[in-house]
């Protein structure tokens, strides 16, 4: 098993526990939403395309804008993205 980094801890600054296979959604997810090119950078070295586009299409907490880019750089139908759906998007009050 591999170990967060100490420099992702931060984005965990909601937990003590990290597990980066248990959580691996969560753990994707936060930094999709708040990394920059190095924490992105190591979420594409330790996370499979198929963990990180499982996120991309389930994640109800993604924001339009980091779904579109995920949703073009892995080639993925709209319609399969969950925070892109418009019956979800009428859903949530924070589009």
């Known amino acids: 098993m591999f170990e967060l980094p100490e420099e ?24 999709m939403k708040f990394g920059t090119h190095r924490e992105i950078k190591w979420m594409l070295g330790n996370y499979t395309q198929d963990d990180i586009i ?22 993925l139908d709209e319609k399969d ?3 892109l759906n418009r019956s979800y998007q009428n859903e949530c009050f924070y589009n």
């Open 81 to 83: 993205i969950l925070c």
């Open 8 to 31: 992702l801890k931060p984005f965990f600054w909601d937990t003590n526990d990290v597990n980066p296979i248990k959580h691996k959604f969560a753990i994707i997810e936060r930094l």
């Open 54 to 75: 499982e996120v991309v299409k389930k994640s109800r907490s993604i924001d339009k804008i980091t779904a579109n880019f995920w949703m073009i750089y892995y080639k």
